[in-house]
């Protein structure tokens, strides 16, 4: 577990983005922004993209700007929501 001030833990943050509608390009810049914007040495944070036929994967940052144009299956498996839930 990583500290910050004074003991207290990261908090864990889930950053889902991108999904099969019209704004997934926009959701995807957003997400980009957003992560950018956080405090790493406040949160833990999860990377979660839907593509553009309704798969999740959890991405890497470094991969976030690319969402939009590749396919990520080679980074890992599809997961589905109940997957990352734990159901």
Avoid: C
Wanted: glycine share 10%; no cysteine.
């Amino acid at each position: 577990t990583t500290l910050f001030r004074s003991g207290m833990t990261k908090i864990k943050v889930a950053l889902v983005f991108g999904g099969r509608g019209g704004e997934h390009e926009v959701s995807v810049r957003s997400a980009a922004s957003i992560y950018k914007a956080l405090d790493k040495n406040k949160y833990d944070v999860t990377l979660l993209g839907v593509d553009k036929i309704g798969r999740w994967q959890i991405v890497t940052p470094k991969w976030l700007p690319a969402y939009n144009e590749m396919q990520l299956l080679n980074q890992g498996d599809a997961l589905s929501p109940t997957d990352l839930l734990g159901e």
